[in-house]
């Protein structure tokens, strides 16, 4: 529930500061005032790990980043050149190459591709 500021009323509190040794939730405005002792912190990301198994129980093997990482640089290509090449978004390469996401159609796309193994059928 948002706290309105404890100086003005006005406006919602986004952060803590101390005013007259006195700690207060006030608008950014008002904490100007006081020394502030408390930024709000944005929620702790989560890495995403999403590995999608459709029903033929096909999975994307654990360490797909580096072998995918790996085998690009074996081909002497870029991130942005391969993501061309298979008409990806970098983002979505980049992720698979960090190991966040890859979905089981770009880990078709990448194994043809590069010629590697991603995919292993339980
Ligand atoms: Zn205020």
Redesign the pocket.
Known sequence: MPID?E?????R?TVKASVDSVALN??A??SSTGKIIEQPRPAARQPVLQYIAPESGETVTENFGKIISSARQQMGLKQEELANRLSEKLPVIQAAEQGKRLDLGLARKLEKFLKIKLIEAE
């Open positions: 500021c100086i003005c009323g006005s406006a509190a006030v608008c405005p008002c």
